[in-house]
């Protein structure tokens, strides 16, 4: 048996199986948000889907098979890349519902966020877990955590600048469960949960541009029962919550014309993508909804197994990273559908429509089988000369 079937053996296929089931119900989801949209032309979105999802399946299965300790020191690049790629976005990118986060290169569009935030991930990793080593000043935990701070927080700006809330938002919990793992002490992380609790007002009153602002506001009125124009901007927020409630607990079925997408109150184009939690759960009703939930559950309880499993401090930051994405994303994109976030532009992974961030999600996941597969592998030791061995004696 060579080693690299071995490997393909060794990989967590009860892992791959959800993830799997997920992928599948997502094509199936987008198919049912879009099958009735031929004048749109987005009738066939589904099909681009397999092809990503296609597409993502090849760097899940190289990023499982290839030692993540090889993978990691791309990490650099990676993340340089990510950086300059949104600087051309800010400079020259398209511009979608007033967010400023396309690339299109070659016929094809790239969300350069997502890109950033994947080699954001693994640089972090590297250098919590790694910088240390390189120069006794490294072990000062304030120092690191400036270092990772600046890091996880250049990307975040500069997304933010270019509008998308959405993409700059999961950028915190990815930051501050890797923080959390990465030896930091509690007292740090305490400060800055605190800072950043006073500095909130400043953000919202000269950080938000005017429409952000006005999506947490009819959050807050919808909640306090006060009178909305659901005509304007409480229109989305108005219409996924009558969607949601109105499929009860069996949902109204599929294919169903008595569907509030179906009669076009849910934009086409976001019906597929940021608002795709309101279309299952109206035709699959709550049963179907929970279903999705609790898969997602088993995911990421089954992703922070492997780092329990995981060989070394990199491996466990990889994959805390990874579990923060996507409890990021799942929290914010159901929570704005269920109006306890507000709306943003954010995808549900492995379920909504998406090029760019399907192939990187399944990277991510690849990085994850791969701490898992090499998990047993024993990090080699380096080599000491005689006298410093005799001296430890």
């Known amino acids: 048996m060579t080693p690299l079937f071995r490997k393909f053996l060794g990989i967590?296929?009860?892992?791959f199986a959800t993830m799997a089931g997920l992928l599948i119900f997502g094509v199936f989801a987008i198919y049912s948000a879009c099958w009735m949209r031929e004048a749109e032309g987005l009738d066939d979105k589904w099909r681009d889907q397999i092809v990503w999802i296609l597409g993502g399946l090849v760097a899940f299965f190289l990023a499982s098979l290839i030692d993540y300790r090889w993978v990691v020191w791309a990490g650099i690049p990676f993340y340089l890349l990510g950086i300059a790629l949104l600087v051309v976005t800010l400079v020259s990118g398209t511009e979608v519902y007033g967010q400023k986060g396309w690339l299109n290169i070659g016929g094809l569009t790239l969300q350069t966020s997502q890109v950033a935030i994947a080699g954001g991930i693994i640089f972090m990793a590297l250098i919590l877990s790694h910088l240390h080593r390189l120069h006794p000043i490294f072990r000062n935990h304030f120092l690191r955590l400036i270092i990772a701070g600046v890091a996880g927080g250049l990307p975040f700006l500069m997304v933010l600048a270019s509008g998308d809330f959405g993409s700059a938002l999961v950028w915190l919990p990815v930051i501050g469960a890797m923080v959390l793992v990465g030896s930091i002490p509690f007292r740090y992380l305490i400060v800055i949960i605190l800072a950043g609790t006073m500095l909130l007002p400043y953000a919202y009153f000269f950080g938000l541009k005017d429409y952000q602002k006005k999506r947490i506001t009819v959050q807050i009125d919808m909640l306090m029962g006060r009178k909305v124009d659901t005509l304007g901007a409480a229109y989305s927020a108005h219409y996924n919550l009558l969607a949601i409630g109105s499929g009860?607990?069996?949902?109204?079925?599929?294919?169903?014309?008595?569907?509030?997408?179906?009669?076009?109150?849910?934009?086409?184009?976001?019906?597929?993508?940021d608002f795709i939690f309101a279309v299952l759960a109206e035709e699959h009703g709550f049963r179907g909804a929970i279903l999705m939930m609790m898969a997602f559950l088993l995911l990421l309880l089954q992703c922070l197994f492997v780092a329990f499993y995981s060989r070394d401090m990199l491996g466990r930051l990889i994959v805390v990273g990874v579990v923060g994405l996507f409890f990021a994303h799942i929290f914010q994109n159901v929570g704005m559908n269920l109006l306890i976030m507000p709306i943003t532009g954010i995808p549900l992974p492995l379920i909504s429509y998406g090029g760019t961030f399907v192939v990187i999600v399944l990277f991510l996941m690849g990085l994850v089988q791969s701490v898992w597969v090499h998990r047993s592998h024993v990090a080699e030791e380096p080599h000491k000369p005689a006298m410093e061995i005799d001296h430890l004696a």
């Open 12 to 15: 967590n296929w009860v892992l």
């Open 248 to 273: 009860g607990f069996t949902g109204k079925g599929f294919k169903s014309t008595d569907t509030i997408n179906y009669k076009k109150f849910i934009s086409p184009h976001t019906a597929i993508n």
